[in-house]
């Protein structure tokens, strides 16, 4: 699938023009013009198949020298989500006291900001924290709305404006300021909706990747359904689905650049059945691959699952977690392949510094965990 390539006509009308009448006449041009016709049609088309596995990439790390967080004034849940935020904050979602916590790596003071609710300022859930231009955007797909969280000058962070977005969507990311991105609504035959900083569309654009009943059922975001990051100029944008190993990589102005796969190179089957009286998208088969992703202006991490959910067999919270990272070049290329001893609930990276940071469950316990990257990112 990767490198998907326009076919060319000009190419093929030029061989003709330079061939020689009387060659043209032969049966051997016929069959010299089929085979040409052959390669360039080959060479022309998405390549099909597997187009990674985990020994594709260049280099592995296993991390196990982390630095374990200590705060007195920090009480970990169930935290997910992790952020680094360029000023020296993690943030991230924990439902003790309300839905988003904020710790000042400078201070260590935290603070809890955005009760659970359904009026202004309140959320239902949290399914994405971003940061663009150092303002903090947190989306919930129930509420189909965004707050937008901004620092004073004592780093305390304040509800500047909610956003709510005209589209219905299960996955959001800002890409500026003034530009965002976020899956088009189930049943749309577009994969990506732009919408600008009011909520309102500008536009829709991408198609869905094959299934191989593509013939019955036309593929949706309810079937790929998908993670969305972007690089930090907003020109590219990475979808990673999260129940098949596809990625994309689309450019904000051109559309779809590539769709590539791996490392199980998975093909699902949808179809609607009727279950307890109503009608519900049916796929074989059922995995959790991709879940949480973070990029720079060269690269982009997607903390990868791979697991198989079957019939009858109960899944746990460490079959389903992540407790490895694939890393790309934003051409799709493999380059490092990280993993940890532990599963982990979110992850970001300090660039600049150039540490990790995770939230790791240890002994049943969740924990922020540093490591230091200077040595994977030289």
């Known amino acids: 699938m990767k490198g998907l390539q326009v076919y060319q ?42 187009d990674f596995t ?24 169930v935290p997910i989500l992790l952020k680094f935020h360029p000023d020296s904050f993690l943030i991230f979602s924990d439902r003790i006291a309300k839905l988003i916590k904020i710790v000042d790596l400078k201070s260590n003071r935290t603070q809890d900001i955005i009760m659970q609710g359904k009026g202004p300022g309140e959320l239902l859930s949290v399914m994405g924290i971003e940061i663009i231009s150092n303002e903090v955007y947190v989306f919930c797909p129930v509420s189909n709305k965004v707050i937008k ?13 909610e956003i709510r977005l005209k589209e219905r969507t299960t996955s959001f990311f800002p890409l500026t300021r003034d530009l965002f991105v976020c899956l088009s609504q189930i049943g749309d035959d577009k994969r990506l909706t732009f919408l600008d900083e009011r909520g309102e569309i500008i536009k829709k654009v991408g198609d869905y990747p094959p299934l191989i009943n593509n013939k019955v059922t036309k593929g949706d975001n309810n079937i790929f359904q998908s993670r969305i990051v972007g690089s930090p100029d907003g ?46 998208m049916h796929i ?24 198989k959910f079957e019939k009858g067999k109960s899944s746990t919270l460490n079959g389903t977690s992540p407790k490895q990272i694939f890393c790309f070049n934003w051409e799709g290329n493999p380059l490092r392949k990280i993993y940890f001893d532990f599963v982990f609930q ?27 990257l200077t040595e994977i990112l030289k």
């Open 9 to 50: 006509p000009l190419l093929f009308i030029s061989v003709l023009q330079n061939l020689n009448s009387d060659f043209m006449k032969t049966k051997h041009s016929i069959s010299y013009i089929l085979l040409f016709c052959i390669q360039l049609f080959n060479s022309c088309s998405p390549k099909a198949g597997n």
């Open 284 to 307: 074989e088969p059922v995995f959790s691959t991709y879940c949480l992703l973070s990029a720079n202006e060269r690269e982009f991490w997607a903390a990868y699952v791979g697991y």
């Open 235 to 280: 020109k590219k944008i990475l979808l990673a689905c999260t129940s098949t190993d596809v990625l994309e990589i689309y450019d904000r102005d051109e559309g779809l650049l590539s769709r590539f796969q791996g490392p199980l190179n998975l093909k699902l089957t949808a179809e609607k059945r009727q279950v307890a009286g109503q009608e519900m």
């Open 54 to 77: 985990e020994s594709s990439f260049i280099d592995t790390y296993k991390l196990s020298d982390g630095k374990i967080y200590k705060n007195d004034q920090l009480t970990l849940g």
């Open 149 to 161: 969280l901004i620092e004073d000058e004592n780093r305390v962070f304040h509800i500047a404006n």
């Open 346 to 372: 979110g992850f970001d990276i300090d660039w600049e510094n150039k540490v990790l940071y995770t939230i790791g469950i240890i002994n049943n316990r969740s924990e922020i965990i540093s490591y230091k």
